[in-house]
T-cell receptor, first 116, second 110 residues
Framework: EAGVAQSPRYKIIEKRQSVAFWCNPI?????LYWYQQILGQGPKLLIQ????????DSQLPKDRFSAERLKGVDSTLKIQPAKLEDSAVYLC??????????????FGPGTRLTVL | SQQGEEDPQALSIQEGENATMNCSYK?????LQWYRQNSGRGLVHLIL?????REKHSGRLRVTLDTSKKSSSLLITASRAADTASYFC??????????FGAGTTVTVRA
């Protein structure tokens, strides 16, 4: 079974530029998550999709971050414009939907973003 | 804000020794999960323990959960160099999402 795919693996941009990350979850997984992990911290949930609908985006800075999962499969996370504090690893994860609890999540390798 | 807090922040042990790390959380939970992250890589799920369970084992891993104290521990027995990683606890506070702690960094010395 193929794992969660993410691209690119690394990205360096200057502040005020825009950047996009792509994620392809494990086949059949209904739930997709984007996390931001700042160096030395644990992952922080940015947005959670159930199929192509948003379940939770309460911690997504909506003035600059956007995400979509148009056909309920792969997803794109965009930052526009980027700030220095956006430097982090962006992790995508997926899980099968099981009602009543948060399932085991399967993580991709992440995209390391550096904003100069 | 992060629900879980791991303790200690960092741990250095000799190969073959046991490693124990703890996680405390604030609100009632549905389940608690432990993940491992090797340097520069994604997280890997280790074990899930539900709120009605007190102990679970998986290979060299042993997890306990004390809901009255709102705490969990992860024990790695007979550690190996490959166990060098950061370990995170994550809690499901009955809201269908996980909240991760800041992690414990474990270094296993040869």
């Amino acid at each position: 079974e193929a794992g969660v795919a993410q691209s690119p693996r690394y990205k360096i941009i200057e502040k005020r530029q825009s950047v996009a990350f792509w994620c392809n979850p494990i086949s059949g997984h209904a739930t997709l998550y984007w996390y931001q992990q700042i160096l030395g911290q644990g992952p922080k949930l940015l947005i959670q999709f159930q199929n192509n609908g948003v379940v939770d985006d309460s911690q997504l800075p909506k003035d600059r971050f956007s995400a979509e999962r148009l056909k309920g499969v792969d997803s794109t996370l965009k930052i526009q414009p980027a700030k220095l504090e956006d430097s982090a690893v962006y992790l995508c994860a997926s899980s099968p939907w099981t009602s009543g609890s948060a399932d085991t999540q399967y993580f991709g390798p992440g995209t390391r973003l550096t904003v100069l | 804000s992060q629900q879980g807090e791991e303790d200690p922040q960092a741990l250095s042990i000799q190969e073959g020794e046991n490693a124990t790390m703890n996680c405390s959380y604030k609100t009632s939970i549905n389940n608690l999960q432990w993940y491992r992250q090797n340097s520069g890589r994604g997280l890997v799920h280790l074990i899930l323990i539900r709120s009605n369970e007190r102990e679970k084992h998986s290979g060299r891993l042993r997890v306990t959960l004390d809901t009255s104290k709102k705490s969990s521990s992860l024990l790695i027995t007979a550690s190996r160099a490959a166990d060098t990683a950061s370990y995170f606890c994550a809690t499901d506070a009955n809201d269908y999402k996980l909240s991760f702690g800041a992690g414990t960094t474990v270094t296993v010395r040869a």
